[in-house]
């Protein structure tokens, strides 16, 4: 049994609370907030459940092994920090912190004390996630040529982060994972309509040193809900459409065939294929309780999550080099190899 305490009872935090007690291995002792009503509807919903609005009091608690932080972005790095300083294991909404160099400190701290760093990158629980990763690196879909992914809607207009900050990790987090590298540059491009200097749309490109590509829309300024990634490779394409009920993925046999080897003009050669479009079988259950077993499931064997603090780090410096294209009007921002983990 694994004794868990909580900080943040926000929008989403409620939700992980949710997945944790359903766990029958953890135990979530106490939750953190400051916000007094937030604490008293857990304290109903969970009988025997301790709250408190005082940070302190949790880690001064001997029986709590592991922290999850689901607080507002802006505190991630300075409750993180103080988990891992008193100690514990720790679980980190997305995004890691708010500077690549706060990131790396908390990846050194959980090295140097040997403690679980894991950071909430949701979709790569997913089931369907995980299927097209399987495929990916089969070679079913051939060579990856490029990923696009859009993740919109209407609503949710934050003041204290742009679009990009906001949904860009879940998008980034997923083509990091399929691609299995870091890119070599990043531009964005915002556009600002709600609110003065916080971009509610935004372009992100990112390019790769294997020639690879991915483009990332997101914007909390459009007439659908959209949350969409394409994976075009050489074979076969393939679709995660997360708002689709039940058939999330589809595998498209479609492409360019190449052309034969006594060719005379290139151009002349090129034929489109049109193939099959299948539904591969995927067992679906829910991504957020497989991300908490994950976490309750490291914390026992010590095993290095999948979402490790290195590969938030990873996604933290996309969006930091993103930020500052932003700031360059768009200009592409090239990412030093020396700096990365």
């Not at 609370?17 to 400051?34: E, F, G, H, T």
């Not at 539904?279 to 829910?286: A, G, Q, T």
Request: aromatic content about 6%; hydrophobic content about 40%.
């Amino acid at each position: 049994m694994i004794t868990v305490g909580q900080v943040g009872l926000g929008q989403w935090g409620p939700n992980v609370l949710r997945n944790l007690m359903a766990l029958p291995d953890v135990r979530v002792k106490v939750c953190c907030d400051v916000d007094e009503d937030a604490l008293r509807h857990a304290a109903v919903q969970y009988p025997g459940l301790q709250t408190t609005n005082d940070y302190r009091r949790l880690l001064d608690d001997p029986e709590v092994q592991a922290v999850v932080v689901t607080a507002p972005s802006a505190a991630h790095y300075e409750l993180s920090r103080d988990a891992l300083l008193s100690g514990r294991d720790v679980f980190v909404e997305k995004p890691l912190a708010l500077t690549t160099a706060h990131g790396q400190e908390l990846v050194a701290l959980a090295e140097a004390g040997r403690r679980v760093l894991m950071v909430g990158h949701l979709l790569l629980y997913h089931p369907a996630v995980a299927r097209l990763k399987q495929m990916v690196d089969a070679g079913e879909l051939g060579q990856v040529y490029y990923i696009h992914t859009s993740r919109l809607n209407l609503g949710q207009v934050r003041r204290s982060e742009n679009a990009m900050w906001s949904l860009a990790p879940h998008d980034i987090s997923v083509v990091l994972y399929l691609l299995g590298e870091e890119p070599v540059q990043v531009a964005a491009q915002g556009l600002t309509y709600l609110q003065p200097g916080i971009p509610d749309t935004v372009f992100l490109t990112l390019r790769f040193a294997s020639g690879r590509a991915a483009h990332v829309h997101v914007s909390w300024l459009d007439p659908h809900k959209v949350r969409r990634i394409t994976v075009v490779g050489s074979q076969k394409m393939a679709v995660f459409d997360d708002v689709e009920a039940t058939e999330k993925l589809r595998i498209y046999d479609k492409g360019v065939n190449p052309p034969p080897p006594d060719y005379q003009s290139y151009g002349d050669v090129l034929s489109l294929r049109f193939g099959d479009i299948y539904i591969p079988r995927v067992d679906m259950r829910e991504p957020l309780r497989l991300e908490c077993q994950h976490f309750a499931h490291c914390v026992a064997t010590r095993q290095t999550p999948l979402s490790d603090g290195r590969s938030g780090l990873q996604v933290l410096r996309v969006l930091e080099a993103g930020q500052r294209s932003l700031e360059q009007g768009g200009a592409p921002v090239a990412l030093n190899q020396e700096d990365r983990p």
